[in-house]
């Protein structure tokens, strides 16, 4: 009988064609997610009884799932944040866990600029603005000469650096493990948290959701931001409180914010943030290029094949 892959990332075959066609080649079944969403307990507790791998979304894998998949061995997730899995509770039970670090990151350090370029230029109004016949005039900020704060200075982090520095802007960046190299390549000043809370006029969110990330940016931070900056957030919605963005933004304690993650996803249509038009609002889709997908891809095909083979996975994370 042929060993299972089971891909809860959506779009797989039409994004991922040749991932998809080497996980078939070397003699594996390939089994969608067909929701177009996200999976539930309930959704995968009827699949993963008989998978050998998982090519995995943002979906929650823990203990409650592990236990009903003893022929799982390999969870390649489609992407970076593995917030959405329980990495110890995955090692207890045999199953190597590998992410695609630095394999997103430039979608998602273009997209970070997008934002940042959508937000100061009010790119989004504009056009809303010249569709309705209007031909308003918004005035923006040029990027050329901001102080930028990363928060968080890994893959993302660094290849944001990269871009910003185009623009000719002084870029700090403030991280737990911080990557003096790095820095001074880029020609980036590690700092404090604080520094950059109060000194950027452009903030830009790189962390993962942790304990220790959960509402970094709450109520005492909007405060001791400039009243001009804006905050972008494209690392994961809890390590904003939203609501203590969306007060900061009506009450234009901060100037604007570019978020493509929210507390909750799928956002609902009556998320307040919606209402207001000093925000640019994506539906996180930061890392989504044809190019990323078709390399995180083949990364999370390879690793299957790469446990299967007895070897050990890129990036793997519970040793
Ligand atoms: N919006 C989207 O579609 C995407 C979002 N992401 C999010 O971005 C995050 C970052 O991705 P990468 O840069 O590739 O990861 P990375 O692992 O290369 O960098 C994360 C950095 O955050 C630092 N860090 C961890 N905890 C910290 C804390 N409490 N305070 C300060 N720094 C801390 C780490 O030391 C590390 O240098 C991911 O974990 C994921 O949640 C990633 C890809 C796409
Ligand atoms: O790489 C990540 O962490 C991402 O957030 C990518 O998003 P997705 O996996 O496409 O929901």
């Given amino acids: 009988m042929k060993k299972k892959v089971l891909v809860t990332a959506t779009n797989y075959s039409r994004l991922c064609a040749g991932a998809k066609a080497l996980l078939e080649k070397e003699g594996f079944e390939v089994i969608e997610n067909t929701f177009g969403r996200p999976m539930t307990f309930e959704e ?29 061995k390999v969870i390649g997730r489609f992407g970076i944040g593995v917030d959405n899995i329980d ?39 504009l056009d809303k603005s010249t569709r309705a016949g209007k031909w308003e005039r918004y005035v923006g900020y040029t990027i050329r000469g901001k102080k930028i704060g990363l928060v968080g200075f890994g ?57 220790e990330t959960t509402k970094l940016f709450s109520k005492k931070e909007f405060e001791m931001m400039k009243a001009s900056a804006v905050i972008i957030n494209v690392a994961r919605g809890p390590v ?38 000093n925000v640019v609002c994506l539906p996180h889709s930061a890392a989504e290029t044809y190019e990323t997908y078709e390399a995180v891809g083949m990364a999370t095909a390879q690793a299957i094949l790469d446990v299967m083979n007895g070897r050990d996975p890129i990036n793997w994370l519970n040793k």
């Fill in 87 to 125: 990495l110890e509770a995955a090692k207890k039970y045999g199953i190597k866990v590998m992410n695609a670090r630095a394999i997103n990151s430039d979608s998602v350090a273009e997209c970070t600029v997008g934002l940042i370029l959508a937000v100061l230029r009010n790119l989004v109004n």
């Fill in 240 to 277: 904003i409180d939203e609501n203590a963005l969306y007060d900061a933004l009506k009450t234009h304690k901060i100037a604007g914010a570019g978020i493509d993650v929210y507390e909750v996803e799928p956002a609902a249509a009556a998320n307040p943030l919606f209402e207001l038009d």
């Fill in 44 to 72: 995968l507790k009827d699949k993963v009884g008989d998978v050998y791998g998982v090519v995995a979304g943002v979906d929650t894998w823990n203990e409650d799932v592990f236990k009903l998949a003893p022929n799982l």
């Fill in 155 to 211: 893959a993302i982090a660094q290849y944001t650096a990269k871009i910003l520095g185009a623009f000719e802007t002084e870029i700090f960046a403030y991280d737990v493990y911080p990557n003096h190299a790095a820095a001074k390549k880029l020609g980036v000043t590690m700092t404090d948290l604080d520094t950059i809370i109060k000194q950027s006029d452009i903030i830009t969110l790189h962390v993962p959701c942790t304990p």
